[in-house]
T-cell receptor, first 115, second 113 residues
Framework: KQEVTQIPAALSVPEGENLVLNCSFT??????LQWFRQDPGKGLTSLLL?????REQTSGRLNASLDKSSGRSTLYIAASQPGDSATYLC??????????????FGKGTLLTVNP | DGGITQSPKYLFRKEGQNVTLSCEQN?????MYWYRQDPGQGLRLIYY???????QKGDIAEGYSVSREKKESFPLTVTSAQKNPTAFYLC????????????FGSGTRLTVV
């Protein structure tokens, strides 16, 4: 059974700092990995999606990497801003079984960027 | 703009009552999903549907029911058999074409009163 772990559970940084959020998964047989952002009481907003054949994806100040063989992904946020404060969730989509389209989520990292 | 619409945003349920959460998408996505989110537990899959008129149980289906009569719609009923229904419910969809990424709705917060 796929398990996804996110470290740290919470992170507080001053504005302007570069930071890295970590995600690990136990089964490397994945179709893709997706990073989401969730603001309090809101739904999930997709940030970046990396296919299993890719190594990284970039969008603005965000860069996500994927090392499928070691079961790891990182989300790099450059020059953090108070508006980046949110919970960041990592999710992997599996390859095997009848439910091969379902996502398995980590519990998230709560990021606070202080002005 | 294409997206997923969940309604209502807030819902209150009395003991012994069934309630239905609405989820509609105009993305032409084939698959739809219902997740439950509780503090400290992350997102857990309740039901999913890959095509119209077919759906499968997820990890925590007990006390819930769904239907998929139209491609655009995937309503979730929380029955009286669900003993702890207070949670945040999220609907999502994905396509079998393109990058297979998921799109989520804005959620429904259900509270038992």
């Amino acid at each position: 059974k796929q398990e996804v772990t996110q470290i740290p559970a919470a992170l507080s940084v001053p504005e302007g700092e570069n930071l890295v959020l970590n995600c690990s998964f136990t089964d490397s047989a994945i179709y893709n990995l997706q990073w989401f952002r969730q603001d309090p009481g809101k739904g999930l907003t997709s940030l970046l999606l990396i296919q299993s054949s890719q190594r990284e994806q970039t969008s603005g100040r965000l860069n996500a990497s994927l090392d499928k063989s070691s079961g790891r992904s990182t989300l790099y946020i450059a020059a953090s801003q108070p508006g980046d404060s949110a919970t960041y969730l990592c999710a992997v989509r599996g390859l095997s079984g009848g439910s091969n389209y379902k996502l398995t989520f980590g519990k998230g990292t709560l990021l606070t960027v202080n002005p | 703009d294409g997206g997923i619409t969940q309604s209502p945003k807030y819902l209150f349920r009395k003991e012994g009552q069934n309630v239905t959460l609405s989820c509609e998408q105009n993305l032409n996505h084939d698959a739809m999903y219902w997740y439950r989110q509780d503090p400290g537990q992350g997102l857990r899959l309740i039901y999913y549907s890959q095509i119209v008129n077919d759906f499968q149980k997820g990890d925590i289906a007990e006390g819930y029911s769904v239907s998929r009569e139209k491609k655009e719609s995937f309503p979730l009923t929380v029955t009286s058999a669900q003993k702890n229904p207070t949670a945040f419910y999220l609907c999502a969809s994905s396509s079998y074409r393109g990058n297979y990424g998921y799109t989520f709705g804005s959620g429904t917060r259900l509270t038992v009163v």
